[in-house]
């Protein structure tokens, strides 16, 4: 325990500018302080202790603002920053070296009773206020632009953006950068579509001036 709390420790402080040293993180991080108390509850939980592990994860809901269902299976190196309103359901597996940020939901879509919640691989970050919902997959190393809504799998190495969310980039190599935080830099299909028209009716503009000029001269 005490080697995890190191290790998490020490992943805080080379992933958040914010923090100054381990004291301020141990004291301050209100995720770390979550992903702690979630692996009490999770074991707890396979114990079939549930309302003792049910009781720890709303506790610890109270005091960080973060959700994290006891029978949920996390990885090693779960980076939530900030992480206010993030809600990580029952059936949900994350693998190792994610990156969550505020609001960000990983729920189901309904009632159903087996798998019902996302699974999220290696390397992958989903930044602020983005849904997953349902039993859906994001391969490793993608990339969830904030508030977009998955709905469906998303294949390794990618960007998804909107709502519903879909790829507008996918690397064809794995990212030499696993856990680049400049999610402020994702595409913005919508914002390009606009300047593509903004183009045209440039074009356009330009080609019926040359025609009314050459008109005039006849």
Request: hydrophobic share 40%.
């Amino acid at each position: 325990m005490l080697s995890r709390m190191k290790e998490d420790i020490d992943m805080v402080l080379e992933m958040d500018p914010a923090a100054k040293n381990r004291m301020e993180v141990l004291v301050t991080s209100s995720g770390l302080h979550a992903i702690w108390s979630h692996l009490i509850a999770h074991k707890l939980y396979k114990r079939n202790f549930t309302t003792s592990a049910r009781i720890i994860s709303q506790l610890t809901r109270f005091l960080t603002g973060i959700e994290i269902h006891p029978g949920a299976r996390i990885g090693r190196r779960l980076f939530i920053d900030h992480g206010m309103g993030t809600v990580i359901g029952e059936t949900c597996r994350i693998g190792n070296n994610v990156t969550i940020y505020q609001g960000v939901t990983l729920g189901g879509t309904g009632k159903e009773e087996q798998k019902r919640h996302p699974d999220i691989d290696d390397n992958v970050l989903i930044a602020a206020g983005a849904k997953v919902l349902g039993n859906i997959r994001i391969h490793e190393n993608s990339k969830i632009g904030a508030n977009s809504v998955v709905l469906k799998d998303i294949p390794r190495d990618s960007t998804v953006v909107g709502i519903p969310g879909y790829v507008v980039k996918q690397a064809g190599e794995k990212v030499k950068n696993a856990r680049d935080l400049n999610h402020a830099d994702l595409p913005d299909p919508i914002l390009d579509m606009i300047m593509g028209l903004e183009d045209e009716i440039k074009d356009f503009r330009h080609e019926v001036r040359n025609e009314v000029e050459n008109g005039s001269h006849i």
